[in-house]
């Protein structure tokens, strides 16, 4: 079983869902970002970083990462995350490579 967090934008966030659950159904221990239940909420500074804290926090705790790239978008953020788990030497899985 891999520890597997996934990445991407979440405007993808219907991609990220359906991948989490094929890859659970395959017996891996997903960890997804987390979303925001609210149209339109407003999350201040402080809470935008806690958040990016515990996404990191995924990435450490993982074998590899799972990058939602649909048509090849990967955007800042994700590079960033990108960059922050070949550092610590995770396994890079794109979501263009799996389906």
């Not at 970002?33 to 500074?45: A, H, Q, V």
């Given at each position: 079983m891999k520890i597997i967090t996934i990445c991407g934008s979440l405007k993808f966030q219907e991609y990220m869902m359906k991948a989490a659950q094929k890859l659970v159904l395959e017996g891996n221990c997903v960890l997804t970002?987390?979303?925001?239940?609210?149209?339109?909420?407003?999350?201040?500074?402080?809470q935008k970083e806690k958040?990016?804290?515990?996404?990191?926090?995924?990435?450490?705790?993982?074998?590899?990462?799972l990058v939602i790239n649909v048509n090849n978008y990967i955007g800042e953020h994700t590079k960033l995350e990108i960059e922050y788990?070949?550092?610590?030497?995770?396994?890079?899985?794109?979501?263009?490579?799996?389906?």
């Open positions: 970002p987390t979303y925001s239940l609210k149209e339109n909420s407003e999350i201040t500074i402080e958040l990016k804290k515990a996404h990191l926090k995924r990435i450490e705790l993982s074998d590899s990462i788990a070949k550092k610590l030497g995770k396994e890079i899985i794109y979501y263009t490579d799996i389906i």
